[in-house]
């Protein structure tokens, strides 16, 4: 199975900061990366679809980017309704693998 | 507008069954694969099961060891996750997911996802 690693597992930042979330692969999964949002409480959100494409609806406030091993999610301006916790996800090869999650707190 | 709606979940003592079903509508739902993902407290997610679009092709998680069995029935929309021998680590909440038309061919590129039902497994 492909491997998913998430950095940081947690950052605090304050609203209208960017952030940066790194995802990292044990093996080359091509562009197949998907990230979600989950709130507490709730299911999770798709937002980023084949490494960059947002998903219907999602505001360009969220951009995805890299390929082979690395990629990276970033959150511009970030707002109260941003702080939850993101998943990575490979669906490159079978099983599709999540990473652990890295969640955004309020600093 | 795509809603998937997971019931089924509750409370069961170790070693029980429970069947869990995922009603679906929006979409053509016989042309997509249906997953089901699971979230233990406080963990966490976790991929657990699909089956295609036809219900021709069905896939588990090693970590399952044959306990789970996934079906559907495309005259219904409706998929299904009966889950047999259930152990305290099976404790979770339990989406079902679909992926999105825009997404491209790609069953695990889930795009859709329900609100979740809660399996408890405790004596």
């Known amino acids: 199975d492909i491997q998913m690693t998430q950095s940081p597992s947690s950052l605090s930042a304050s609203v209208g900061d960017s952030v940066t979330i790194t995802c990292r692969a044990s093996r080359g999964i091509n562009i197949y990366l998907a990230w979600f949002q989950q709130r507490p409480g709730r299911a999770p959100k798709s937002l980023i679809y084949?490494?960059?494409r947002l998903q219907s609806g999602v505001p360009s406030k969220f951009s995805g980017g890299g390929s082979g091993t690395d990629f990276t999610l970033t959150i511009s301006s970030l707002q109260p309704e941003d702080f939850a916790t993101y998943y990575c996800?490979?669906?490159?090869?079978?099983?599709?693998?999540f990473g652990g999650g890295t969640k955004v707190e309020i600093k | 507008e795509v809603q998937l709606l997971e019931s089924g979940g509750g409370l069961v003592q170790p070693g029980g069954s429970l069947r869990l079903s995922c009603a679906a509508s929006g979409f053509t739902f016989s042309n997509y694969a249906m997953s089901w993902v699971r979230q233990a407290p406080g963990k966490g997610l976790e991929w657990v099961s699909g089956i295609s679009g036809s219900g021709g092709n069905t896939y588990y998680a090693d970590s399952l060891q044959g306990r789970f069995t996934i079906s559907r029935d495309n005259s219904k929309n409706t998929v299904s996750l009966q889950m047999n021998s259930l152990r305290a680590e099976d404790t979770a909440v339990y989406y079902c997911?679909?992926?999105?038309?825009?997404?491209?061919?790609?069953?695990?590129?889930?795009?859709?996802w329900g609100q979740g039902t809660l399996v408890t497994v405790s004596s």
């Open positions: 996800q490979q669906y490159n090869s079978y099983p599709p693998t």
């Open positions: 084949a490494t960059s």
């Open positions: 997911a679909t992926p999105a038309p825009q997404s491209g061919n790609y069953d695990w590129a889930w795009g859709y």
